[in-house]
């Protein structure tokens, strides 16, 4: 896992990071539910099949078609989440950060 995680960013490194606590807290639980979830195989073919077509363009350096991907229909859409998840991972960490003028907003 460690070599996986090095090269990326810290955006990237968020999903596994997270992950990783949830199974760090009770591995045979989560192991349990994995391995119990009923069409999980289906989900993770599915999902293997959607990273296809980014780690061809990657794998054959097609770095136009790459841009053209990560300027598709959902770039709005995954900006603004993911500015919200950032906005929330940092109110965790720094509790007074909704705070202005002594007053949560």
Sequence with gaps: MQKRVRPSSPIHRLRPALVGRQFAQSP???A?????AEGLLA???KYRNVLDDPFQRVQQRQR???????NGALAPT???ESG???R?????HDPHA???DGILR
């Design 84 to 86: 919200e998840l950032l």
């Design 32 to 36: 349990n539910i994995t391995v119990a």
């Design 43 to 45: 989900l993770l073919e």
């Design 64 to 70: 136009d078609e790459l841009i053209d991907d990560f």
């Design 78 to 80: 995954l900006l603004s």
């Design 28 to 30: 045979q639980l989560h």
């Design 98 to 100: 909704g705070c202005r």
């Design 88 to 92: 929330k991972a940092h109110d965790a």
